[in-house]
């Protein structure tokens, strides 16, 4: 699942709009963490960082946000701005937040609790760490 964009469904009515999200139907690990991230001040980056055991799936719940994003392969840019797009991500993704819009609501759900020491905060390191395996392969293999 590394990094995936995932379609929501949406219930609309004459009242307006709903989406669900459901351990196993729309979300494909066990939900044990939510956290959001509102009033992000103008120019801030945020995330820059990687987990090394986690999954997560964030919702623009409201505004705009954009994630660059690095499974090892290169940056990615994508734009979470629909409340019924998700953005899916697996362990061992970077990634950087910004150009938040003022009104974001940037919902995420995790699998797993807090925990700091998941977190690979120096890119370097990230990249050694997600290349390492495949390149002692490389040299097994020569
Ligand atoms: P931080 O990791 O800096 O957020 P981001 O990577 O999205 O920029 O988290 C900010 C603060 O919130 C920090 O003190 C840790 C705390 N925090 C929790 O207590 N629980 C959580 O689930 C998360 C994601 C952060």
Redesign the pocket.
Same mark, same amino acid.
């Given at each position: 699942m590394q990094i995936q964009r995932v379609q929501l469904q949406q219930h609309g009515d004459e009242r307006g709009m709903l989406v669900a999200l459901e351990k196993d139907r729309n979300v494909p690990f066990e939900i044990r @963490?939510v =956290?959001y991230?509102f009033a992000t001040k103008q120019h801030v980056h @945020?995330?820059?960082?990687a987990h090394r055991h986690l999954n997560q799936l964030a919702v623009t719940v409201r505004g705009s946000v954009t994630f660059l994003l690095d499974d090892g392969s290169g940056p990615v840019e994508v734009v979470l701005d629909d409340p019924a797009r998700g953005l899916l991500l697996g362990s061992m993704v970077w990634r950087d937040?910004y150009d938040f819009s003022e009104d974001c609501v940037l919902m995420v759900l995790a699998d797993q609790l =807090?925990d700091p020491a998941d977190y690979i905060t120096n890119y370097d390191e990230f990249l050694r760490e997600v290349n390492g395996p495949m390149l002692r392969g490389d040299m097994a293999a020569c």
């Open positions: @963490r =956290y991230l @945020r995330g820059q960082h937040m =807090y």
